[in-house]
Every structure is written in C-alpha cells, then in structure tokens.
C-alpha cells in the first residue's frame, strides 16, 4: 500500500500546528494531542492515528474538528489554517485599543523571555481575567467550559 504523500498546504498546516502545540505546553505525541482533543470534543473524537496524520501533514481537520483544536491549543482556527493574519482595519472601523504604555511594551517584553510553560500560564491567566470583568460587568456567569 502506497504512503500518502503530504501536499504543500497540508504540509504547512502540519508545521503550524506542531508549533502551536509546543506553545499550548503539549508534547509532539499524538497520544498526547488526541486525549486533549477528545477531552473537549463533543461529537466522535478522534484516534491517535488522526492526530498524527494532521501533525505529518497527510490530512487537515474538518471545520468542526478544527475549532475544537484552536480551544485546545487557544488559537484561532483561522491562524491554525492559514497562519497569522495581519490585522486591517476598514476605513469605517476604528480601533477600540488604547496605544501601549511604557509599562505594558514593558510587560510584554519581559511575556516573550518566558519560557512556554509560563507563558501557556499567562495567557490562561488573562483569559481568565477577560470572562471575570465581563462577569462584573452584568455579563453572563462563567461556566467551567469558559475557564478551560
């Protein structure tokens, strides 16, 4: 039986998600990203087997299965598929952000020193962080899928 042979996008694929696991704080097992993946995953989960042909780049996730995998390594399906997307915005949209302080470039200069367990911990921190002020706000209650 012939091995199947990855093409350039799948490829591509395979190496970003590779470096999102590593930097979601996952080894480069599929064990390992398939028990993640099945832990959050509604429909039927997925074998290791899956899980290692997504990360060799022989196939890509469904839609489904890859939103599900942005939960779990806390990236946007989009950025998974494609890659970083720079941020435009249109004429009729204005940005709702504040311009970095000293403190906060600061801040994000020392983030980016951390090593990825750190950071995996940060980022699960100002998540965190974002669903309590919504709360404060009168936003809904929290529920456990939020805080995961």
């Known amino acids: 039986m012939k091995k199947p042979q ?9 190496a970003r998600l590779r470096h999102a696991m590593k930097e979601a704080g996952l080894k480069a097992s599929a064990t390992q990203l398939a028990d993640a993946f099945n832990m959050r995953f509604w ?24 939103k599900t995998l942005g939960d779990v390594l806390q990236i946007s399906p989009q950025d998974l598929l494609f890659g970083p997307q720079p941020q435009y915005l249109s ?24 090593n990825t ?28 899928a939020d805080i995961t």
């Open 6 to 14: 990855p093409k350039p996008e799948s490829e591509a694929f395979a």
């Open 43 to 66: 429909g039927e989960g997925i074998t290791s087997h899956a899980a290692r042909n997504w990360m060799i780049g022989v196939s890509i996730p469904k839609q489904d299965k890859l």
């Open 91 to 114: 004429a009729r949209e204005t940005s709702q952000e504040q311009p970095l302080c000293m403190g906060d470039a600061e801040m994000l200069r020392q983030f980016v020193r951390l």
């Open 117 to 144: 367990e750190h950071k995996r911990m940060i980022r699960h921190f100002v998540k965190l962080a974002l669903i309590f002020q919504g709360k404060s706000d009168n936003g809904p209650e929290p529920s456990a």
